[in-house]
């Protein structure tokens, strides 16, 4: 046994070597000065400029949740656990390439204004050629900074300031699945969105990230350049973004019968159908964010009666209907507190159903820091196109008013648990609960 214990304890710490160290061979490689700020690019790319400052590509060094859990978090777990050593330092590969590939790390304080805080920047964005190997995944990208721009249009005028060189790649979700693919160091997908979109079924279809978080609309690329009609939007909003959120599911709640007397149960089914993702919902930073349906009935009285979803039995089910649960109990070891007995697991009304799939650390407790990720638990997101059916069972409480009955289902959305938030005093704006969409149908009580 003891030998067991032995020989996986090597096997992780190979893992997590092979992992940290595997594209470092592009560290040091280049310098901040050999990329132009976004300003620069702003003199002629007006439009595209203030388009990507109000996406979180602009900040996603420096936005303040990314901030707290970068410093106060993985560099914590880096200096605190010697199995972790370096981990901290492949967030920089996709939130502030520029400081990665200067081997800047950590990289200044945001606060200090340092050009880390350039973060996803145009210029880093164009300078990609390629990927190595055949999985777009952990920054594997090819970079070349220099006075070539790479894109998909040449473009009708040519730009007094650089060349162009187009490649067909920027038109591929394969692109964005450099940084939008992650694995662990114990070689768990903890990030999957472009694998989510190739197993869905837009990828066949043709249909790429590009064509819904950049659409293509009648524009100048430049302001001194030819106006097209496909001009590629630098918009990349989306889960911050409450607009591209609300209507993601479409809800329809129908009674198994339109007139009950108190004492008799009533069945709600519940469809969920996903109408706008390409991905599943959610995706990416899938071990902070939370969706749930929460249904209640409200009499003709006023008085409101929470029901909980029925159970399916399936394998992890406990993971998706909502508990009074601990988990994240490994967030002590970066925080320096011994035996932590972590925090609520969730903080919605108990028994509503939840739409997430877990991440366990080593020790099997749900953990929210993606590197410590060993394994996955029951995947019960909604994936693209995808209509999941809930039902939810309602025995009519003898005291219940006559007349109307009204069901209301609610779906909600947040990007980042309530219990972590609070505890690491991250702004509220990044745990509010955001509406994803709603629905009300009414039956008839009978005295
Ligand atoms: C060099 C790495 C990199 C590449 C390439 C990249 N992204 Fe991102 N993207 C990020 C990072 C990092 C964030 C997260 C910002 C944060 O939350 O701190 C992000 C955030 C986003 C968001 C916003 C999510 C939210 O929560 O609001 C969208 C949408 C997005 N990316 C789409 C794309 C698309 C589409 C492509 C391909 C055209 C792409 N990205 C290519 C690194 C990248
Ligand atoms: C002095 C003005 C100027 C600056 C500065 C500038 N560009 Fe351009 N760029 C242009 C013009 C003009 C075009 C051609 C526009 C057209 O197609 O009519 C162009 C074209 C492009 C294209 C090809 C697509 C197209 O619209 O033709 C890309 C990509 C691009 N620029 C990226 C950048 C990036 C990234 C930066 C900053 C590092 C930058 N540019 C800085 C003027 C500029
Ligand atoms: C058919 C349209 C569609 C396609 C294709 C699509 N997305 Fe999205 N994406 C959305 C919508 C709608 C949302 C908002 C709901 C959500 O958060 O999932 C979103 C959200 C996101 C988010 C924030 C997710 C979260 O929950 O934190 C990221 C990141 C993202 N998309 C990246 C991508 C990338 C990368 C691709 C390609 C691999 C892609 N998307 C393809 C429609 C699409
Ligand atoms: C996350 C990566 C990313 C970032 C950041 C980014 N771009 Fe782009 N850009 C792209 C992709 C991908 C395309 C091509 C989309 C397509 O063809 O579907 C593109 C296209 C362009 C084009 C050509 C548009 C057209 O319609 O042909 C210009 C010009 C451009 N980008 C300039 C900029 C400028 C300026 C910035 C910064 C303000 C910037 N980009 C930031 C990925 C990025
Ligand atoms: C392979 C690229 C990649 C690596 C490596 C990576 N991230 Fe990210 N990170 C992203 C992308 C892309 C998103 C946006 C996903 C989404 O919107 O759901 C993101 C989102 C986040 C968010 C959520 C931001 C928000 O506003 O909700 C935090 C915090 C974060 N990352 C921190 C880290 C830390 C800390 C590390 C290192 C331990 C790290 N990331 C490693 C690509 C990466």
């Known amino acids: 046994m003891k030998k067991l214990i032995r020989y996986s304890v090597l096997g992780i710490c190979f ?20 990329f132009e700020t976004p300003g620069y690019c702003n003199q002629c790319h007006d439009l595209f400029y203030q388009q990507w400052d109000q996406a979180l590509m602009s900040d996603a060094y420096n936005h303040h949740w990314d901030e707290i859990e970068y410093f106060e978090l993985a560099v914590a777990h880096s200096e605190n656990d010697p199995d972790m050593a370096g981990v901290h330092e492949g967030c920089n590969g996709c939130h502030t390439p520029m400081a990665y590939l200067a081997g800047d790390m950590p990289p200044p304080d945001p606060k200090t204004g340092p050009r880390a805080n350039e973060s996803v920047s145009c210029d880093v964005c164009h300078s990609i050629k390629g990927f190595t190997g055949d999985v ?12 070539t721009k790479f894109s998909s249009r040449k473009g009708k005028t040519s730009s007094p300031n650089h060349e162009i060189d187009t490649t067909a790649f920027y038109t591929q979700a394969e692109f964005c699945g450099i940084c939008h693919n992650e694995k662990s160091p114990f070689g768990v997908w903890v990030k999957s969105t472009h694998l989510e979109l190739k197993e869905g079924p837009y990828y066949e279809e043709g249909v790429v990230c590009q064509d819904c978080h950049m659409p293509e609309a009648p524009a100048k690329t430049a302001k001194m350049g030819a106006r097209y009609n496909d001009a590629k939007m630098h918009l990349f909003n989306g889960a911050h973004d409450p607009g591209k959120i609300r209507g993601t599911v479409e809800i329809r709640m129908t009674p198994d019968r339109q007139e009950l007397v108190p004492g008799e149960p009533v069945v709600l089914t519940v469809t969920l159908y996903n109408q706008k993702t390409g991905h599943k919902f959610p995706t990416g930073s899938v071990e902070d964010r939370i969706v749930w349906l929460h249904v209640e009935a409200t009499d003709e009285k006023g008085n409101v009666y929470h029901i909980p979803v029925d159970p399916k039995g399936f394998e992890g089910e406990e993971y998706t209907i909502a508990g009074e649960e601990l988990a994240y109990q490994d967030m002590g070891v970066p925080l320096g507190i011994e035996n932590f007995e972590g925090l609520r697991r969730e903080m919605v009304p108990l028994g509503d159903r939840i739409f997430r799939m877990p991440y366990f650390d080593p020790q099997g407790r749900m953990t929210m820091m993606q590197w410590n990720t060993d394994s996955l638990g029951v995947d019960y997101r909604i994936g693209p196109r995808e209509t999941k059916v809930e039902t939810y069972t309602f025995e009519l409480p003898y005291e219940i008013a006559p007349g109307t009955l009204t069901f209301r289902a609610v779906m909600k959305y947040r990007l980042l648990l309530k219990s972590v938030g609070q505890y690491l005093e991250v702004p509220e704006e990044e745990y509010q609960a955001m509406l994803v969409n709603e629905q009300e149908t009414t039956v008839t009580v009978y005295p």
């Open 15 to 34: 893992l997590v070597l092979v992992s940290f160290s595997f594209h470092s061979y592009q560290v040091q490689k280049y310098d901040y000065d050999d």
């Open 136 to 147: 777009p995944f952990n920054h594997n990208y090819i970079i070349e900074p220099g006075k």
